[in-house]
């Protein structure tokens, strides 16, 4: 059902200044820097040659402080874990946006915050 670690959030106090010290001082990758929909920016770097991203998310920000894993079907991930006792799903469906890949926000049985994300499955270009 989880096919890869995508990103992991990090609370910080500052994105600006989270941003340089990861991409200035870590020598992390800008991977995003959107306005997710007005007042809500995620940011998010990568180190060089990691496919997993650090999102550096303000504490307060409305996007899930998650890990974000990838799944090659969001619904049948949904439904299974509906069923799963201590899953807390945060969602009530699968969320369908535009430009953004099937995605649902849960939590684990210990609490830990987690969100899927369908990833294509189409063949990816080495193939």
């Known amino acids: 059902m989880t096919t890869t670690v995508i990103s992991v959030a990090l609370p910080v106090a500052d994105q ?3 941003l340089a010290f990861y991409t200035g001082v870590l ?3 800008l991977r995003h820097d959107v ?7 995620m940011v998010e770097v990568v180190p ?4 997993v991203g650090l999102v550096l998310l303000p504490p307060d920000s409305p996007l899930p402080m998650a890990v974000r894993l990838g799944t ?4 049948a991930a949904y439904e299974r874990l509906a069923g799963t006792e201590g899953v807390v799903l945060h969602n009530e469906e699968v969320l369908r946006w535009d430009d953004v890949p099937p995605m649902f926000h849960f939590s684990d049985p210990d609490g830990n915050h987690l969100v899927y994300l369908e990833e294509p499955t189409t063949p990816d270009d080495d193939g």
């Open 27 to 29: 020598g992390c990758e």
């Open 16 to 18: 600006d200044a989270a």
């Open 35 to 41: 306005e997710v929909w007005p007042g809500v920016r």
């Open 72 to 75: 090659a079907d969001a619904d």
């Open 48 to 51: 060089p040659g990691s496919r």
